[in-house]
């Protein structure tokens, strides 16, 4: 009987990638009854140039276009990718390779996307962010200490005239940036619109008011063509941000939009909603290190990155992964968690740290991150017993009390907002 698979044909231990190569990095485990090495030949076999059964009359040139199975350490895998398989400058195109239909096989139990390693002939085809953390640290006058902004919450609920009101405290308790969340766009009860032109009055406002630069991350997430339209507008009333849901509009979304942005100097401030549904289980799907690195690429200038204390999964290795992957020039590789990126001319972006934090874990989160990311603390300002003015300036009072290298209790012996902040929380850790 002739041989029908060819899997075996993909795996080859004594590879060595050539430098163009992109390497993924997968974890796997095999369906019941199949080999490691078999399963790890239907992984680059169906990413590139195989299917399941022997072809005839193949051109020469389609030996150059597989991939290759080339090194196993137990349950991990790599495998190298010749750049010919992929379009410049197509990120859809890249992940319906290296994360498409493999995901879906008999073969495996299950499948994890850890990291691709993306050489420069393929990288330099992507523009990456317009502004790098220097950027907009220049932008809004920031020069040392982490960024600091907020949700109005509850998320969703507040008219556009509440949001507002809300947002001028959180200004004026010192934060930077007053955020809208996920699922705020522009509703029956607070219209987008509406939003844009109260808050423009009251940032006014506050920058007269405190002498500092005051922003905010509006949420424009919509169909394409909508959310142009909204950055128009929030261009013209003289902002420089705007949000996108970056999971659920899509890469080529994402692309077209930093593209569109970037000519009315807007930077983009990413919400992951929706990455869980593929980052969350250990074994399956792809890593938020791999989704943040992609997000590099298109152009965002932040993005959700997770505490590691506060209320969102994420440990402290991989939530520091995936600030190494926005941060670094060159990412240097962590076993098991990312490979080493050389990231040529492509900007840096800000880890945004959010979830469940509150002034008494401010600085858990500073000696995780450092001082270069975007501090997002929502709840855990508008919950301060003297409201939200109070809780930012708690919130401030604990970074200046990490950055003069003074404990939150030595600190607060002279500031009440954040003494009565470790009064209600102290180093509560939300689930």
């Known amino acids: 009987m002739a041989k029908i ?11 060595s990638p050539a430098k163009d190569d992109v390497i993924a990095l997968f974890y796997f485990e095999p369906a019941a009854g199949m080999s490691k090495k078999e399963a790890a030949g239907r992984i680059a076999s169906e990413s590139s140039t195989g299917t399941w059964t022997t072809l005839t009359s193949l051109p020469p040139r389609m030996k150059g276009l597989e991939a290759t199975a080339f090194e196993m350490d137990g349950n991990y895998l790599k495998v190298a990718y010749p750049i010919g398989l992929w379009e410049k400058g197509n990120l859809c195109q890249l992940l319906s390779g290296i994360a498409g239909n493999i995901f ?10 850890i990291d691709a390693s993306i ?6 085809s992507f523009k990456g962010p317009q502004f790098g953390m220097e950027g907009i640290r220049k932008r809004m006058g920031v020069k040392k200490r982490p960024l600091t902004g907020a949700v109005v919450k509850p998320k969703i609920g507040f008219s556009a005239a509440e949001h507002s009101k809300i947002a001028f405290e959180t200004w004026m308790g010192g934060f930077d940036f007053v955020k809208d969340d996920e699922n705020l766009t522009s509703l029956s009860f ?12 009251l940032r006014d406002k506050a920058e007269a008011l405190t002498g500092e630069k005051k922003s905010a991350f509006f949420n424009i997430t919509a169909e394409v063509g909508e959310m142009m339209r909204r950055a128009e507008m ?9 949000m996108i849901d970056v999971v659920v509009t899509g890469n080529s979304a994402v692309q077209t939009m930093r593209d569109y942005l970037g000519d009315l100097g807007l930077a983009i401030h990413a919400h992951r909603a929706m990455h869980a549904a593929f980052d969350r289980n250990p074994k399956h799907g792809l890593t938020m290190q791999f989704l943040a690195k992609t997000m590099r690429m298109l152009g965002v200038n932040n993005i959700h990155t997770g505490t590691a204390v506060g209320k969102l999964v994420g440990t ?5 992964a995936i600030a190494d992957v926005l941060r670094e020039k060159k990412t240097k590789a962590k076993k098991g968690l990312i490979l080493e990126q050389e990231w040529g001319n492509i900007k840096s972006v800000f880890p945004a740290s959010s979830g469940g934090l509150h002034p008494g874990l401010v600085p858990d989160v500073m000696d995780i991150y450092g001082n270069d990311m975007v501090l ?11 409201g939200t003015r109070a809780g930012a300036m708690a919130v401030m009072q604990a970074i200046d009390a990490k950055m003069e290298g003074v404990s939150l209790k030595e600190k607060a012996k002279n500031n009440e907002e954040l003494r009565e902040a470790l009064g209600k929380w102290g180093r509560y850790k939300p689930k």
Do not use: C
């Not at 607070?190 to 009055?201: A, G, Q």
């Not at 402290?316 to 520091?320: I, M, R, T, Y």
């Open 316 to 320: 402290k290795p991989e939530v520091q």
């Open 234 to 242: 929030v261009a013209d009333h003289g902002w420089d941000y705007v």
């Open 104 to 113: 879906g096989m008999k073969a495996l139990k299950n499948l994890r996307l």
């Open 376 to 386: 997002l603390v929502s709840g855990g300002i508008h919950g301060h017993p003297k």
């Open 190 to 201: 607070n219209r987008f619109e509406d939003r844009l032109k109260r808050m423009t009055k």
């Open 5 to 15: 698979d060819w899997y075996d044909k993909f795996v080859d231990f004594k590879y």
């Open 119 to 124: 050489p420069p002939a393929l990288l330099k």
